[in-house]
């Protein structure tokens, strides 16, 4: 359902217009940066402006693109295996010392863009202003907790409006975790519940998702019991429920999800170009046809995950069809089965020949695999209430309360007709229940970008990911990611180096003040 990021002029359009300072004549008339903030109306155009951000596309690091593609690639869920530049990127080597400069620089736009409604609000009064302000706060959580994860403490530390000859001082550890976190704080109490969010509204910022991201920048940093009280306000808050079916979260149904706590709009069929198209449905699938780039594979790591369990009645995880597409599959990607897919486009490696079957366009791509638009549609959902219920699982055994975890993931097995956990595996020690809740966390969310936050969280993020992982309730064990290792190409996991990006290259000859991350 996509409903609000197209029904006013992007502000971007008032930046367009200060681009031409050096006109001999200036028009009077004209908005300017310090004109235009006057109404609680440009506030909100402000927001809606970085609303607009999240829906960008190709070389804005966004969720149309980098947000989803990069993190896949980069934990133990993703692979390239042809001889491209993605190959390399999930193989840990970057030649190019800018290879993340669209994430770098996208995230410091969307806080930019947020900054401008944040700053401009003093002395602007209306029934919407602490909403609108509440919204831009998340905004920069957002974007710092994605910047944060990705490039360490080391960024450049804004907390207001820049100037454009202005050159921020790195942040100190933890400054930048902290104000985030104050903003969130105050940023909550402000915004609507979600039954409280309008239709037209479908897709603004509700109390759930700032609660939400808070607990998620307290769980990056470790801190399991400042998470707690948050996750379970979300859980109890009555707002959120599990669609009966696990595959509707990833098609385009044109309704109010009550799964989704945050998701992107995208807009199915829109202007040639615009950013309400998503792109990323291009990049997942098994090998090239027609457009689709096959960019992005699913390690044998997930495959042979989903192959450790059968559901109550003994058949596949019903999970496993909408997630991946695989040789068993007994679904049809864009018109052709996985034999027929692989016949007409030989994969680069017939050891790893699977692909994300999630968020693909199939029901309207058509069964021709003429991808050439990058025209999808299906919203993408950042962070659904499956999400909370295990990060909420998680906590409260971290916290000491294992017996009481167990009806949270009980929850998301049951929906996808696998048995409880409390059935299958009574009893698990703290330890065994946290290697359980690494397991369920992979086969509910697996493609959907989430993944590599979890892995840096756990620790597990280093050449430890391509050894054995174990599964408590089936007692097997599974071969990681061998990317993280590989002894035969030399190439894998830099400990002391890869665990962050390198700075873009770019960004430090711009400011002196910046440190470049370790061993780049």
Known sequence: MKKIYKRILPLSMIFCLLACADLDLVNPN???????WQTEQDLYQGVIATYDYLQATFDEGSYGLELRVFPQLLSDEGTNEAPWEFNDLARFVQDDLNMFGNIYTGGYRMIGRAYQVIDRAEGISG???????????FFVALGYYNLLTGFGDRIPFVDRIQGADEKPMPATAGQLWAMIETYLTDAIPALPLASEVGV????????????????????????YTAAEPLLAAVVNSGQYQLLADFSENFRETDQVNPEAVFHVNFLHNGIEGETDNSAHWRFNSPSEIKGHYGDVQSTNFVLNSFLQELDADGNQDPRMDRTLFWEGSSLLMYGLTHAGWISAAEP????????????????????????????????????RYADVLLLYAETLNQNGNTAAAYQYVDEVRVRSNMSPLSVVAPGLSQADFLQQIKHERLMELAGEGIRWFDQKRWGDYGPSASGDHFIPSTGTSVAGDPNFNDPITGKGFTVGQDELFAIPQNELDLNPNLIQNPGY
Do not use: M
């Open 30 to 36: 004209a908005a300017t940066e310090d004109s235009f």
């Open 127 to 137: 029934s919407q202003v602490l909403r609108l302000v509440a919204e831009a706060k």
């Open 200 to 223: 037209l509204d479908y897709g603004r910022i509700s109390k759930g998702s700032a609660q939400t991201l808070l607990a998620k920048i307290y769980l990056q940093q470790g801190n």
């Open 348 to 383: 680069a490696n017939p050891d790893v020949n699977h692909g994300y079957y999630k968020y693909n366009e199939s029901e309207f791509v058509g069964s021709s695999q003429d991808a050439l638009r990058s025209d999808g549609g299906i919203d993408f959902l950042v962070w």
